[in-house]
């Protein structure tokens, strides 16, 4: 439960990461540290924020923004009290049910609510699980991306399924499952494998590697990921190289317990 939140926050700390480094040089928990400070400082400089108490608050401005609802998710495994946001964060899920919103928008804004210790499945009798996830009139109409933050909302929240759902985390295994192309990797559109969507698709999958089926699939996805790797340890999507899709594969690799810093596959001319 909590190593799904774990890797959203490397996704969200590795973005501003240079992301290539020689394999003998691993990052300890306090060059990591160090990087998540710098960073809240940096956001907390432009939201003109003295201290990360006063940043909290500012984020609870403008939580109906799904770029804050990322940075109250990545902060809460950090350890930072976000509960200021909770009253905010509250309104912004009452707003989704007056407006034309897509199952992802529920499926995040659940994430933001478990990370300021709200009950997605309770938010003034609304059940934000049942209408973005399992109930969902629109989970089918958005694709892959749907499938996999369905599982992770469900997964952080450590969500029941009741037995008379519309969907259940096997119905939305299969249909990620079912997408994958023939090269092994995953994509939002076309036939060649994109290194986030891939990425995506196995953080979602981590959870059921003992199933033979999800293995066989993850198995043939990290294969994706190890050969797209560039020489300088880097990943790109679309043809560019960026450190979103770097940041993806981490996430993807923390969930499913492969060392990013010593995994032979994942290190190229001695760059991870």
Known sequence: MLKKLTAL???AVMLSLSVTVNAAENYTKEDISKTIDGIISYKSAILKADDTASFVQ?????????ETQWYIISLSKYGTDVTAVQSSMIKS???????????????RTSLALYA?????????GKNLLSDGVYNSENVNKQGINAYVYALLSLDCANAKVPSDAKYDREYFIKKIIGLQLSDGGFTLMGKSADTDV?????????????????????DRALNVLSKKQNEKGGYSSFGTVNSESVSQVISALVALDIDVQ????FIKNGNT
Request: glycine share 2%; hydrophobic share 30%; charged share 25%.
């Open 93 to 107: 899920a009452e707003k989704l049910y007056k407006s034309k919103s897509k199952a992802t928008d529920f499926q």
């Open 58 to 66: 500012k984020l609870s401005e403008t939580t109906d923004n799904s």
């Open 116 to 124: 300021c210790g709200l009950n997605p499945e309770n938010i003034n």
């Open 262 to 265: 010593s995994d032979s596959r």
């Open 9 to 11: 926050l490397i996704c």
């Open 198 to 218: 891939t990425a995506m698709c196995l953080q979602a999958l981590a959870p059921y590697k003992s199933d033979s089926t999800v293995k066989e699939s993850i």
